[in-house]
């Protein structure tokens, strides 16, 4: 089975700071996928970074990064330089390649980015 | 930028009766899925759709839900007799087959049953 944890019910951030958003996973699949969205209060699931269980280098997407360490079944989403539009909440997700297509999301970190 | 389209943005009900929730998915996807997230809780997974037949569902997605393709463009969830639980915001969701295979999803519809 599949499982994903965000220990990081919320967070705080100042704006232009980085911050961290920390999620772990756990799955026997040998090959996966993880995938970070957020969530604005508006409640629309908006996709953000993907990373492969196979890509030999961290994932980026403009201000976004994945930390991701295979070893330690992290998958840690950074945001540089935080703007005031990043305060939502973002969910970590996780695709196993032999338990099909769905995603396995974990609980959720609210952002707030503070002025 | 394509996009997923839900509608209604928001759905309320009397306990008891049918909701058929309705969504366009990105026009050359072919994966197609419903998730639904609980006010305060995670995003947990219904059911996915391939090739107009389901290929995977949850324990979530019991007898009183059904979803269709009734045409070319609309991919629909049914829920046939709702209870006070089935409250949530439902999303749906397509992808591409192949490759990394990344949702995207719509902006959901709430569904509040009374």
């Known amino acids: 089975a599949q499982k994903i944890t965000q220990t990081q019910p919320g967070m705080f951030v100042q704006e232009k700071e980085a911050v961290t958003l920390d999620c772990t996973y756990d799955t026997s699949d040998p090959s996966y996928g993880l995938f970070w969205y957020k969530q604005p209060s508006s409640g629309e699931m908006i996709f953000l970074i993907y990373?492969?269980?196979?890509?030999?280098q961290n994932a980026t997407e403009g201000r976004y990064s994945l930390n991701f360490q295979k070893a330690r079944k992290s998958a840690n989403l950074v945001i540089s330089a935080s703007q005031l539009g990043d305060s939502a909440m973002y969910f970590c997700?996780?695709?196993?390649?032999?338990?099909?297509?769905?995603?396995?999301f974990g609980t959720g970190t609210s952002l707030t980015v503070i002025p | 930028e394509p996009e997923v389209t839900q509608t209604p943005s928001h759905q309320v009900t009397q306990m008891g009766q049918e909701v058929i929730l309705r969504c366009v998915p990105i026009?050359?996807?072919?994966?197609f899925y419903w998730y639904r997230q609980i006010l305060g809780q995670k995003v947990e997974f219904l059911v996915s759709f391939y090739n107009n037949e389901i290929s995977e569902k949850s324990e979530i997605f019991d007898d009183q839900f059904s979803v269709e393709r009734p045409d070319g463009s609309n991919f629909t969830l049914k829920i046939r007799s709702t209870k006070l639980e089935d409250s949530a915001m439902y999303f749906c969701?397509?992808?591409?087959?192949?490759?990394?295979?990344?949702?995207?999803f719509g902006a959901g519809t709430r569904l509040s049953v009374l």
């Open positions: 997700a996780m695709r196993g390649t032999n338990t099909g297509n769905q995603f396995y």
């Open positions: 969701a397509s992808s591409v087959v192949a490759g990394k295979n990344i949702q995207y």
């Open positions: 026009s050359n996807h072919l994966y």
């Open positions: 990373q492969g269980s196979y890509d030999q």
